[in-house]
Structures are given as structure tokens and as C-alpha cells.
Antibody, heavy 117, light 110 residues
Framework: QVQLQESGPGLVKPSETLSLTCTVS????????WSWMRQPPGRGLEWMGH???????KYNPSLQSRVTISVDTSKTQFSLRLNSVTAADTAVYYC???????????WGQGALVTVSS | QSALTQPASVSGSPGQSITISCTGTSSDIGGYNYVSWYQQHPGKAPKLMIFEVSNRPSGLSNRFSGSKSGNTASLTISGLQAEDEADYYC??????????FGDGTKVIVL
């Protein structure tokens, strides 16, 4: 059974960097593409980007200049960094695993990150 | 990239069938069969319901079905049940190698 768990600070100050880690269990991180999504309170889902350990990450064009997604195969983890955050980046952040048909078939429970001073 | 267009809400009575539309462009839905649908209950993570336009994950009720025509994908829920009340999101691969979600549709069981 594949399981994903997000971890990281729940509060980040404006202009600082948001950092989250997703720990994967029940599957090899070498096998798939891994993705981050976010959902502001009361709003819809936004795809942020995805990564495969062998290739370059792919990012949402609207976040391209601020986002970095990377894989740590030794720890079966992948990470999200979002620079220069503002209150608009307050959201629940989800990590997920891509299946072969472009679907996100396993999701973490989500981590609420609030941007506030 | 613009979000795919979904109706804000769709409602139906128990036992009825409802259909949620998801409209994109030839650069996403119209160009690929990598369309997925997700169900999200309040405070919960999204759950995959349909992938590759019309495929159901193993074990998922056959009351859920998907289709596509041109630039519009659709999710149909037949035999509507109270537990189907949730938000539903479509998603598609795009010709930029990225993914895009729909605005989301709230399903209301009357």
C-alpha cells in the first residue's frame, strides 16, 4: 500500500521560503513521477509541478520563477520549495504519485501552510 | 495556463443521474486522453475516480463513468447517493507537458 506524508513548518513569514517534504512508503521513488498541488482555503486545486528522479522537473508556468521540486532517492522523499511567499500562498499543500495514465492515484493527507508575520 | 471550465454546482435527487462537464481546449483535453476526475469531501484529500478519460480505479463503483467529446470531458454519476455529495475536479495533461485542474464542481444531493 503506497502512502505519502507531507511534513514541514505550518507557519512561514512573508518574503521567506516555504519548504515541505513528502515521505513515500510502500513504493520505490525511482518508479514514478511525483507531484505537488495546493489548495487555498475555500478554493480549487492548483497543480504546482512534478519530478522524476532521472529528469528535469516540470513546473506550473505561473509559479516557475519561485518553485523548486526535487527528489532525494536515499530517503525516499521529494521536496517542495517556494520562494518569496505572500499571503496568497496560504494553502493546504498536497503531495501525490502519478500513475501511468497521467492520474494522481495516491495522495498525502495535506499540510496547511499559513503565510503570516 | 487557464483552469479548465466546470459548472460551479450540479444537483440531483437520490437515485438520479447527473453529469459534470469539463471544458478545455485542443491544447489539453482535446489533444490527449489523459483526463482524470477527483472527488473531494470537506477537509479530506482528493480521491481519484476516473483516469484516461473513462477508466475506473480498481474497486471503484461502476456508478461513476467518464467520457470525452472534442474539448469537453464529462463525469456521470448514476444512482446518486448521499455520500456522493462532494466537490469534483477534472484534470488534463497539456501540450506544454504540464497539468491543469478544473475550477471544481460542488455536487448537491437534494
Amino acid at each position: 500500500q503506497v502512502q505519502l506524508q507531507e511534513s514541514g513548518p505550518g507557519l512561514v513569514k512573508p518574503s521567506e521560503t516555504l519548504s515541505l517534504t513528502c515521505t513515500v512508503s510502500g513504493d520505490s521513488i525511482d518508479n514514478s513521477y511525483w507531484s505537488w498541488m495546493r489548495q487555498p482555503p475555500g478554493r480549487g486545486l492548483e497543480w504546482m509541478g512534478h519530478v522524476h528522479y532521472t529528469g528535469r522537473p516540470k513546473y506550473n508556468p505561473s509559479l516557475q520563477s519561485r518553485v523548486t521540486i526535487s527528489v532525494d532517492t536515499s530517503k525516499t522523499q521529494f521536496s517542495l520549495r517556494l520562494n518569496s511567499v505572500t499571503a496568497a500562498d496560504t494553502a493546504v499543500y498536497y503531495c501525490a504519485k502519478f500513475g501511468n495514465g497521467g492520474q494522481l492515484d495516491y495522495w498525502g493527507q495535506g499540510a496547511l501552510v499559513t503565510v503570516s508575520s | 495556463q487557464s483552469a479548465l471550465t466546470q459548472p460551479a454546482s450540479v444537483s440531483g435527487s437520490p437515485g438520479q443521474s447527473i453529469t459534470i462537464s469539463c471544458t478545455g481546449t485542443s491544447s489539453d483535453i482535446g489533444g490527449y486522453n489523459y483526463v482524470s476526475w477527483y472527488q473531494q469531501h470537506p477537509g479530506k484529500a482528493p480521491k481519484l475516480m476516473i483516469f484516461e478519460v473513462s477508466n475506473r480505479p480498481s474497486g471503484l463503483s461502476n456508478r461513476f463513468s467518464g467520457s470525452k467529446s472534442g474539448n469537453t470531458a464529462s463525469l456521470t454519476i448514476s444512482g446518486l447517493q448521499a455520500e456522493d455529495e462532494a466537490d469534483y475536479y477534472c484534470s488534463s495533461y497539456t501540450n506544454s507537458g504540464t497539468y491543469v485542474f478544473g475550477d471544481g464542481t460542488k455536487v448537491i444531493v437534494l
